[in-house]
């Protein structure tokens, strides 16, 4: 029999953390973090983590596990929260994904396959010195060329990811969007239920700036100052979070704290748009809309109790 999975997840600043609690606590569950910034430690505001206040006695796992200096990919998560679900199994728990990071969902969910390298790293050198010299953009002109496909899935500022296409071409001569096609029509390794939070666009936008506005209240700037003072430089993936990279552009003098700040809010609303456009595209997805419940908790989570009642998973 597959085991009992739950992935709650949707766009940013949609209200998953207050209703993953909710759920954990009705199903006996653990939450496990589906999110590529609160996995970093010192970077609190910016990823708008989880305090243990509101976490009200929920076991949280993938959350300030790894320092800003070290490399968080799609690999280690499904390495990690495996390892996590392992643990929660054991103690006769039901494992909750909870985050924005569909991709991450995705691998999990499905046990997607990621082929590893060759250990031959000469090309991907070679692809991140010509990204350092020509520009993110050109780069991902070259995988428009291999697998278009790709390119329109993969953001061209992802240069990690642009890379990891090209060179999954370079060494096996197939499109990696035709291999992750076929990874994503594997059946669910679990028996699960994809719940997807979501809200009326104007009131997710202006969820969304109002946040923004809060992180800098709470002392943005003040911990990228921090960040900043350690030595964590704007290569590293963490630096590269949204919030963070936009401060360190004030802090280097690129632009005005108020360009700044107008500039994390309107790529935070981008970011939402694409992870409902990804969402949008995922199979056996539950769309719950918050305005239908009128935006009341206990109405949301008795929707989601009695879908899950219904695929024998509680």
Not at 110 to 126: A, M, Q
Not at 161 to 175: D, M, N, S, W, Y
């Amino acid at each position: 029999m597959k085991k009992p999975l739950i992935i709650l997840t949707g766009p940013t600043a949609v209200g998953k953390t207050a209703a993953s609690i909710g759920l954990a606590k009705a199903v006996k569950g653990e939450i496990i973090s589906a999110d590529s910034m609160q996995i970093y430690r010192q970077m609190d505001i910016g990823s708008a983590k989880i305090t243990p206040e509101e976490m009200q006695g929920i076991h949280h796992h993938l959350i300030d596990v790894l320092d800003p200096d070290e490399e968080f990919n799609v690999v280690r998560f499904q390495h990690m929260a495996r390892e996590a679900m392992k643990g929660i199994y054991d103690r006769g728990r039901i494992p909750i994904v909870v985050g924005g990071t569909g991709f991450y969902i995705q691998a999990l969910l499905y046990d997607i396959n990621f082929t590893e390298n060759d250990g031959d790293t000469s090309y991907r050198k070679e692809m991140e010195a010509l990204a350092k010299a020509k520009g993110a953009d050109y780069l991902h002109g070259l995988l428009k060329e291999v697998d278009e496909r790709a390119a329109v899935e993969i953001h061209p500022n992802n240069i990690k990811r642009v890379i990891r296409a090209l060179e999954f071409h370079h060494q096996t001569g197939q499109k990696i969007s035709e291999h992750n096609e076929m990874e994503r029509q594997k059946e669910s390794a679990y028996q699960s239920a994809y719940f997807v939070l979501n809200d009326d666009r104007a009131n997710l936008y202006s969820r969304i700036n109002r946040r923004v506005d809060q992180m800098m209240e709470k002392g943005l700037l003040e911990e990228v100052k921090a960040l900043k003072a350690r030595g964590y430089t704007r290569d590293m993936v963490s630096m590269q979070g949204l919030g963070y990279k936009e401060v360190l552009a004030y802090l280097d003098g690129e632009c005005t704290l108020k360009e700044a700040v107008s500039v994390i809010k309107r790529d935070t609303r981008h970011f939402a748009k694409r992870q409902i456009t990804w969402f949008k595209r995922e199979r056996d997805v539950i769309w719950i809309d918050k305005q239908d419940y009128e935006y009341q908790e206990d109405r949301i989570l008795e929707k989601i109790l009695e879908e899950l009642r219904q695929r024998n998973i509680i």
